[in-house]
């Protein structure tokens, strides 16, 4: 409804106006449009322009949609205020958002104006629907922290625009079909299982219409199919802050067929495993490695590329002699994923890894001696009678650990087995 106005122009207010500008004018339009403000016959033009200047607001309000309405216009939101996400605001939604009341409640009655567009009582027939086309879309993590426009071309299937879905030439009337007696189906047998059962099954002479044209009534254009296939560009927004499982909504863009009306072209948000980043709702983490010698003395460096491309830059410690041990997590407010619809973002966890030297590093006794001098000593020495100096294999491996158990199965799993136990031992 709005592809052909302008935005600003329903709201009427300069390309400049100010987020104050906005709700001001929003206000002022959407009490002068209301539809119980007019007369019964005016009632279904004053809901079209009533449900246009909220989606205006809904757009130049929200600093994000306004950039991508200057930069895109209405191709963006596909038909809705909410960006690539469903249907319209239910006007009910609307009355309540702007009054702060649900419904009738307190409107001095409003009569018929329960549903959408001004159908008296909910009495309109819902159309039959071609089905929705659904599928799944991959979009990765860069792209649902900044929001992302994806232009594809689609083929589709469009009523034939020389029948205009009637699938025969002007004149021309369709044939009842002979196989089916019109009916569009057969009664078949069919043999499942040892029985005998009957079931229909769409006429084939016909293609379950009922009726055909004859080869030279033929529409020559869909040569009687009444739909053609046609290429159509199309345009979905990602959101930021989306996730897996998000649906992006084509309204009315899956294949058309005559006396339906289309349905929608569905796409489910799919999230590949990021190779940095884990996400949790809207807080993300990661594992940033931290040398030993970082670790005791500490660092001012970017520490990990964000899904945007910045530089996350770590300075530690805030107090010298402040070390970071492994394990430790720095919590960072704000840098986590976007939240849709809103300013705020989760938060970014950093696990650090220290990153202990390894074979290559030989220091002098000299370095090594320094060093025990510097750092803390050991806890207090443990005394014991005899002492026995052990051999030991510096590359051990716990997934051996209880492995050679006569009973089978290693001692990890019989450790929460015997827990429980204990306890119930100890309180009686
Ligand atoms: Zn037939
Ligand atoms: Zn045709």
Redesign the pocket.
């Known amino acids: 409804m709005a592809e052909e106005f302008d935005l600003y122009e329903i709201l009427s207010i300069t390309r400049d106006a100010s987020k104050e500008d906005v709700r001001k004018a929003y206000r002022k339009s959407a009490l002068a449009s209301h539809p119980d403000k007019v007369p019964e016959s005016e009632r279904e033009e004053a809901e079209i322009k009533f449900k246009s200047v909220q989606e205006a607001y809904d757009i130049l309000y929200d600093d994000d949609k306004r950039h991508l309405y200057d930069t895109h216009g209405m191709s963006a939101f596909n038909g809705s205020g909410e960006p690539g996400m469903g249907a319209g605001p239910d006007l009910d939604d609307i009355l309540e958002q702007m009054f702060g009341m649900g419904g009738m409640g307190g409107m001095g009655g409003m009569p018929g104006m329960g549903g959408m567009g001004g159908m008296p009582g909910g009495q309109r027939q819902k159309p039959r629907r071609t089905p929705n086309e659904e599928q799944k879309y991959e979009v990765n993590l860069e792209d649902l922290y900044k929001g992302k426009t994806v232009r594809f071309a689609s083929t589709k299937n469009v009523l034939c625009s020389l029948c205009h879905g009637k699938g025969g030439k002007e004149r021309a009337t369709a044939k009842k079909?002979g196989?089916?007696d019109g009916h569009?189906f057969r009664e078949v047998l069919q043999q499942m299982g040892g029985f005998l059962t009957q079931s229909s099954v769409p006429?084939t002479?016909?293609s379950g219409v009922?009726s055909y044209f004859s080869p030279k009534d033929k529409c020559k254009k869909c040569k009687g199919k009444k739909t053609t296939e046609e290429k159509k560009m199309l345009e979905i927004w990602i959101p930021r802050g989306a996730r897996e499982g998000d649906k992006i909504i084509l309204e009315g863009e899956a294949d058309q067929k005559p006396d339906q009306e289309p349905g929608d072209i569905i796409f489910h948000i799919v999230e590949p495993e990021h190779s940095t980043f884990q996400r949790a709702g809207a807080d993300l983490t990661t594992t940033i490695d931290v040398t030993l010698a970082e670790a005791l003395t500490g660092f001012s460096r970017v520490v990990v590329k964000h899904l945007d491309g910045r530089g996350i830059e770590i300075s530690h410690p805030k107090t010298p002699g402040n070390v970071l041990s492994p394990g430790q997590v720095l919590k960072v407010p704000g840098e986590g994923m976007p939240i849709k619809r809103s300013d705020s973002r989760g938060d970014l966890y950093l696990v650090v890894n220290v990153q202990f030297p390894d074979d290559k590093w030989s220091p002098s006794p000299a370095v090594l001696e320094k060093l025990r001098e510097m750092l803390p000593k050991p806890g207090p020495h443990i005394e014991a009678n005899p002492v026995d100096d052990v051999d030991y294999d510096p590359k051990g491996n716990m997934e051996q650990f209880g492995s050679n158990d006569p009973q089978g199965g290693s001692a990890w799993e019989d450790d929460d087995d015997d827990e429980p136990t204990t306890a119930q031992c100890a309180t009686q």
């Open positions: 079909c196989t089916c569009g006429c002479t016909c009922g």
